[in-house]
Nanobody
């Protein structure tokens, strides 16, 4: 079992940056593939980015377009999402998630692949 707690959200103007963190407690953090999702008001939760167990492989949604960078520090049991050049349409609650992969290179982009979720952190981008 792993418990996830996000932090780092807030309000920022368009073009600004934020760095989200997801601290994990529990066992075997480096056994999990990790991901970030977001949910805007009135919309479904959508995939943002994911990283493999070791951090050696990652993927991101098309709308990221190089603006966001996902990373993990297994020594600190922490997942990060560096978000740059933020846009008003990035406004949403951001969630981190953990899923158990069959091999070390797996990354997940579906909500159904993740078994553990954080409570979310609000990101608001004003124009």
């Amino acid at each position: 079992q792993v418990q996830l707690v996000e932090s780092g959200g807030g309000s920022v103007q368009a073009g600004g940056s934020l760095r989200l963190s997801c601290a994990a407690s529990g066992r075997n953090f480096n056994s999990y593939a990790l991901g970030w999702f977001r949910q805007a008001s009135g919309k479904e939760r959508e995939f943002v980015a994911a990283v493999s167990r070791s951090g050696g492989r990652s993927m991101s949604a098309a709308f990221v377009k190089g603006r966001f960078t996902i990373s993990r520090d297994n020594a600190k049991n922490t997942l990060y999402l560096q978000m740059d050049v933020l846009k008003p349409e990035d406004t949403a609650v951001y969630y981190c998630a953990a899923g158990f992969p069959f091999n070390s290179g797996t990354v997940f982009d579906r909500t159904s692949d993740y078994s553990h979720w954080g409570q979310g952190t609000q990101v608001t981008v004003s124009s």
